[in-house]
């Protein structure tokens, strides 16, 4: 039999491709900003996770072009072997310190940050409990472990404590959820499942990589905004959202770290973050270090877009992050609107199966630190009359 033969069958890629509301792999011509122009047009971007507006921020960029110049383009090795640049340390030590934990490790992408944490510390024999809209690298981090993976409904208290009233007491357990959940942008019940992982015995890890910049005291994410920086055990986060570069990380004891450093397969055997990456990372830490205001912008821009969407009519989930998205159901309208917005001047981007369930439909729309309150009017407008038939 062909391998290859599935490549041949009818796909719903190309289905969408047919009917002409495809809507991935737009090419951007300008640098990512609240407005850029993409395939030729302006556009407003409302479907960015560049939550801080740091992507243009001149200091950002020169900290890039200066590593560059200093270091080269790529560093060519793991970190366990020629990889490792003193600027990997010190972003390391300097963000450790800002998350107030012991140790942080970074890895060459925020999806492989959570293939490399789980497979480590979740063995055949361990047990790893995840809300069922958990990001699609936890899952496979869950699969890469060989543990046994249980899932509660999303949010659902009383479901996540029936999972762990399965886990044999002589097994380990580890619940794990995103902070800031990316498609809903609601925000994880973590006093809840504080008080049941230690009901239990289990420990527990967050997927901050939307909470980052965005909640808890100057941007701290999840376990900072509910005061419990001390009950998680892991955090999880990325690089490429709110600090405008490329890697992820993770945040924990020195204990558990130093395990993690030395059996994790994703972090020994890849090549470790790029200079510029790292540097620019760095330069964007320190920048909302010494500007905690910008996540304060960011909440008010959010609020700002929540009210317009109230005001004109447009029914969205209701929730305290950037993240805000519109109800448009069945997948051929949703796309339909996401084409009609994308052309009148406002990009956004759809969320279908499996990343939302079936009837579930989105248009996600996000918010800068940076907006204007006049692009987001314009914006907002623009979606509202897209969008009338289902206000």
């Known amino acids: 039999m062909d391998i290859f033969a599935k490549c041949d069958k009818p796909s719903p890629a190309q289905e969408l491709i047919e009917r002409g509301v495809y809507p991935y792999g737009h090419a951007l011509e300008s640098r990512?900003?609240?407005?850029?122009?993409?395939?030729?047009?302006?556009?407003?971007?409302?479907?960015?996770?560049n939550y801080l507006g740091l992507t243009t921020h001149p200091e950002i960029i020169e900290a890039g072009i200066r590593a560059f110049e200093q270091y080269g383009s790529g560093c060519s090795g793991s970190r366990?072997?020629?990889?490792?640049?003193?600027?990997?340390?010190?972003?390391?030590?300097?963000?450790?310190?800002?998350?107030?934990?012991?140790?942080?490790?970074?890895?060459?992408?925020?999806?492989?940050?959570n293939l490399g944490i789980l497979s480590a510390i979740v063995g055949p024999h361990d047990y790893v409990?995840?809300?069922?809209?958990?990001?699609?690298?936890?899952?496979?981090?869950?699969?890469?472990?060989?543990?046994?993976?249980?899932?509660?409904?999303?949010?659902?208290?009383?479901?996540?404590?029936?999972?762990?009233?399965?886990?044999?007491?002589?097994?380990?357990?580890?619940?794990?959820?995103?902070?800031?959940?990316?498609?809903?942008g609601d925000i994880a019940k973590l006093p809840e499942i504080v008080k049941l992982a230690k009901q239990y015995g289990a420990g527990v890890m967050v997927d901050d990589a939307h909470g980052l910049?965005?909640?808890?005291?100057?941007?701290r994410g999840t376990a900072s905004y509910f005061g419990l920086e001390d009950e998680v055990d892991i955090y999880m986060g990325t690089f490429?959202?709110?600090l405008a570069s490329l890697g992820g990380y993770c945040a924990t004891s020195k204990r558990i770290g130093f395990y993690i450093k030395h059996a994790s397969r994703p972090f020994i055997f890849s090549a470790s973050i790029t200079p510029a990456s790292c540097a620019t990372a760095l330069a964007a830490l320190r920048h909302?270090?010494?500007?905690?205001?910008?996540?304060?912008?960011?909440?008010?821009?959010?609020?700002?877009?929540?009210?317009?969407?109230?005001?004109?009519?447009?029914?969205?989930?209701?929730?305290?992050?950037?993240?805000?998205?519109?109800?448009t159901y069945e997948v051929y309208n949703t796309l339909a609107k996401a084409r009609e917005a994308y052309e009148a001047g406002v990009y956004v981007n759809p969320v279908l199966p499996p990343a939302c369930a079936e009837g579930e439909c989105l248009l996600r729309t996000s918010y800068m630190a940076t907006h204007t309150k006049a692009l987001i009017?314009?914006?907002?407008d623009i979606l509202a009359k897209v969008l009338k038939p289902n206000a």
């Open 240 to 242: 490429s959202k709110s």
């Open 80 to 113: 366990f072997l020629n990889g490792t640049l003193e600027m990997h340390l010190e972003l390391e030590e300097e963000l450790a310190k800002f998350l107030r934990k012991e140790m942080v490790i970074t890895f060459s992408t925020g999806f492989q940050s």
């Open 32 to 49: 990512q900003d609240v407005e850029v122009i993409m395939e030729g047009k302006r556009r407003i971007m409302l479907g960015s996770n």
């Open 377 to 380: 009017d314009e914006a907002t």
């Open 129 to 184: 409990i995840c809300d069922r809209e958990n990001h699609a690298s936890i899952y496979d981090g869950c699969k890469l472990s060989y543990g046994k993976m249980l899932r509660f409904r999303h949010a659902d208290m009383e479901d996540l404590e029936r999972q762990l009233q399965k886990v044999p007491e002589n097994r380990g357990c580890l619940i794990v959820t995103d902070g800031v959940f990316s498609m809903g």
């Open 213 to 219: 910049g965005v909640i808890g005291e100057g941007g």
């Open 288 to 327: 909302l270090e010494a500007h905690p205001e910008l996540v304060d912008r960011l909440q008010e821009n959010s609020t700002y877009a929540r009210a317009c969407f109230h005001k004109k009519g447009v029914r969205i989930i209701e929730a305290e992050t950037p993240i805000v998205p519109i109800y």
